[in-house]
C-alpha cells in the first residue's frame, strides 16, 4: 500500500475540516459566547495535524483501491475524532466518548444524540452539530476532491469508495469536476430551502440549521422537539418537500438539467419506486392512525406524510410521538429504516435501488423454477444490470442483515431489551438516529452504556460507507502485498 498518499490525502481532508470550523467561530462572535476559545483551539489542532500530513512528500500519486478503501474509512475517523474536539473543549460534554459519538453521528448524518437539552447548547456549537451534518452528507472526501483535485491519478477510486449505492457513474471526465457539480447542486437547494423556511416565520438561525439537517438528511435541530415545536403546516410541508428532495439521487438532477427535460425525474426506474413507496406508506399510515391517534383525516395525513418522509430519507426529524402509533404504524416506519432513499443521494440504509434489485433477482430465480432453459437479465432503464453487481448487491444484503443481529445481540449484553437493542441498532446502521422506543422521537442515546455507544459508532460509520469500505480493512488479505 502506498501509505505516503493515503496520509497526504488524509491531511487535505483535516485542512479542509479545520477550515469548516470558521463559520462556527464566525457565530461564536456573533453571539459573544465563551466557545471562542474551544474552536480556535479545536482548528489549531486540526490544521497542524493536517498540514503535517499534506508536507509529506510521496513517490508516486497512485491511488488505486486499497489506498482509496484506507484514505475513505481512516478519513472519516479522523473527522470524527477532531471533529469531537470543540463538543469537549467546551466542557460540556462529560467524556471523550460522548464528544466522538455525537461528532460521528454528526458527519454519518445519522443523527443520533446524547444531548437531552439541545436548546441548552451554545448557538456557536449548535451551528457546527449542525454543518458536520451538512459536510458529511455529500461526502468530506468529495469535498476534498472538489477543491484539491491534484491528488494524483485513481481519485475516482475515493470518489467511489466514498459514495453510496452499487452503481456509480461520473457525470464528468474530471472527478474534481463531478465533486464541484454535485456540490453546487446541493449548496443550491440548501439556500432554496434556507429561505422557503426564513420566508414562513422560521428565524434565521433556525432556517440554516434545519436546512442543513435535511438536505444532509441527518435530522439535527435547534429544538428538543425537532420541527414539532413551530407547529406550522407551512414548515413541515417545506422541510417535507425537501426531504424527499435530498432523498433523490444528486446525479440525477444534474441530468435533468443538462437535458433540460424535467420529466427525467419519471423517466428513472428507481425514482419512481421512491415516490411510490412513499405514497402507499402515508396512505396505510394514514389509514390506520386516522381515528385511533388524530381525529381529522388532515392531521393523519399531516403527521403521517412527514413521518414517512422523514424515515424513508433517514434524516430523522420529528413532528409527533410515533412511539405512541399503532403497531402497524410503527412496524412500517421501521421497514422504511432498512430500506433508505435512492442511491446516490444523501441518505442511508440499503438504498431503494438494492430493493428492487434484490426484489427482481427473487423473481428471476422463480421463473427459473418454471422456466429452466430460460434466459432473462435484469434491466435497470433498458439497461442489463451486469452480474458482478447483482451479487455484490446480494452480498452486501446479507452483510448488512447479519450486522444488523450481530450488533443487536451484542447490545443485548449491556442489559437493555431486544426490541430497544434492535430498534437503536436499525437507527444507527441505517444513519437515521431517532427510532423507536428508548431512541424515539423524545429519546436520547445519553443511557447507553459506554460499550454500546462504540458499536453504535461503528454502525453509523458502516452504514454512512456502506459495510464494504470498512470490512475491507478488517481483513488481513488487505494488508498483505
Not at 156 to 164: C, G, V, W
Not at 178 to 194: D, H, P, R, S
Not at 247 to 258: D, E, P, S, T, W
Not at 393 to 408: E, H, K, Q, R
Amino acid at each position: 500500500m502506498n501509505l505516503l498518499i493515503v496520509l497526504k490525502t488524509l491531511g487535505v481532508l483535516l485542512l479542509c475540516e479545520s477550515a469548516a470550523m470558521l463559520p462556527s467561530i464566525l457565530v461564536a462572535v456573533i453571539y459573544n459566547e465563551d466557545t471562542i476559545l474551544a474552536f480556535v483551539a479545536s482548528l489549531l489542532i486540526t490544521a497542524a495535524a493536517g498540514a503535517l500530513l499534506f508536507m509529506l512528500k510521496a513517490e508516486n500519486n497512485m491511488v488505486r483501491y486499497r489506498e482509496s478503501f484506507a484514505i475513505v474509512t481512516f478519513g472519516w475517523l479522523a473527522a470524527s475524532i477532531l471533529g469531537a474536539l470543540p463538543f469537549l473543549f467546551t466542557g460540556l460534554f462529560p467524556s471523550f466518548l460522548d464528544a466522538f459519538f455525537e461528532s460521528i453521528s454528526g458527519f454519518t448524518t445519522t443523527g443520533a444524540t446524547v444531548i437531552q437539552n439541545v436548546e441548552a447548547l451554545p448557538y456557536s456549537l449548535l451551528f457546527w452539530r449542525s454543518f458536520t451534518h451538512w459536510l458529511g452528507g455529500m461526502g468530506i472526501l468529495v469535498l476534498a476532491l472538489a477543491l484539491q483535485p491534484a491528488l494524483g491519478a485513481g481519485t475516482f477510486q475515493i470518489f467511489k469508495a466514498e459514495s453510496p449505492g452499487p452503481i456509480l457513474a461520473k457525470l464528468t471526465p474530471r472527478v474534481s469536476d463531478t465533486a464541484k457539480i454535485l456540490y453546487i447542486t446541493y449548496l443550491l437547494i440548501t439556500a432554496g430551502e434556507i429561505l422557503l423556511l426564513a420566508g414562513g416565520g422560521m428565524p434565521l438561525f433556525d432556517s440554516m440549521i434545519h436546512a442543513f439537517g435535511t438536505l444532509a438528511t441527518g435530522g439535527v435541530s435547534s429544538k428538543n422537539m425537532s420541527i414539532g415545536a413551530y407547529d406550522s403546516v407551512y414548515l413541515e410541508l417545506v422541510v417535507t418537500v425537501f426531504m424527499i428532495a435530498a432523498g433523490a439521487n444528486f446525479a440525477l438532477y444534474y441530468r435533468v438539467c443538462k437535458e433540460k427535460n424535467p420529466a427525467g425525474f419519471f423517466q428513472n426506474t428507481e425514482f419512481r419506486i421512491y415516490l411510490s413507496v412513499i405514497a402507499v406508506y402515508i396512505a396505510i399510515i394514514t389509514l390506520n392512525i386516522n381515528g385511533e391517534v388524530f381525529d381529522s383525516v388532515f392531521t393523519s395525513l399531516r403527521y403521517a406524510s412527514f413521518q414517512v418522509a422523514s424515515i424513508i430519507t433517514t434524516t430523522g426529524y420529528t413532528t409527533a410521538d410515533f412511539n405512541a402509533w399503532p403497531d402497524l404504524s410503527r412496524a412500517l416506519l421501521l421497514s422504511l429504516m432498512f430500506v433508505g432513499p435512492c442511491a446516490g443521494s444523501t441518505g442511508g440504509a440499503m438504498k431503494m435501488i438494492r430493493i428492487y434489485i434484490v426484489f427482481r433477482y427473487v423473481q428471476r430465480e422463480v421463473n427459473k423454477l418454471i422456466h429452466p432453459r430460460a434466459v432473462k437479465s435484469i434491466n435497470i432503464d433498458d439497461v442489463p444490470v451486469q452480474e458482478n453487481v447483482l451479487s455484490g448487491v446480494m452480498a452486501f444484503t446479507i452483510l448488512y442483515l447479519g450486522i444488523f443481529i450481530a450488533a443487536t445481540v451484542l447490545l443485548t449484553t449491556q442489559k437493555i431489551s431486544l426490541f430497544n437493542s434492535a430498534a437503536a441498532v436499525a437507527a444507527a446502521l441505517g444513519n437515521v438516529g431517532s427510532g423507536l422506543g428508548l431512541v424515539g422521537s423524545s429519546g436520547t442515546y445519553t443511557h447507553f452504556t459506554a460499550f454500546s455507544k462504540i458499536i453504535l459508532s461503528f454502525c453509523m460509520l458502516l452504514g454512512r460507507l456502506e459495510i464494504y469500505t470498512v470490512l475491507s480493512l478488517l481483513s488481513p488479505q488487505f494488508w498483505k502485498q
